[in-house]
């Protein structure tokens, strides 16, 4: 196998730690936000709004949830195909390139979706719980 090969195999093995602990990191994130959202389900039953909000993030994270699982999945056959690569010294081909690629991109959108729904999940539970007050 050339040298070349096996930085890219190296890089994309590098890679796919990084996206694997992000992704877990995300599942462990979204249950715990979810049993956040459980108390403010009550704490916002009598403010309709907020308690839309609320049913609108317990969704978001729900998503989530589903998206990790399935991000995983899609990544443990992609390390798959890489194995298969390495044992038929034919690692990285057009299709794998593209594959990786492919995945790559997903992670990219995944990881900006997440941070932002973040965001706002935490400005909302911050004003929930310090509301500003205009004089």
Known sequence: ????????????????KIW???LE???????????????????????????????????QFHHFQRLVKRLLLE??????????????????DKDQKKDHLYFNDEMKYFETDYRETK????RFIASFENPVTLN
Do not use: C, W
């Open 1 to 16: 196998m050339a040298t070349s090969k096996i930085q890219q195999l190296t890089h994309a093995y590098f890679e796919h």
């Open 20 to 22: 694997r602990n992000e």
């Open 25 to 59: 990191l995300a599942r462990q994130e979204a249950s715990f936000f979810l049993k956040i959202l459980d108390e403010y389900k009550v704490k916002t039953l009598s403010q309709p709004h907020n308690s839309l909000v609320v049913a609108e993030f317990v969704n």
């Open 75 to 92: 990544m443990q056959g992609i390390d798959k195909e890489m194995a298969q690569g390495v044992i038929s010294d034919n690692i990285f």
């Open 119 to 122: 965001y706002r999940f935490r």
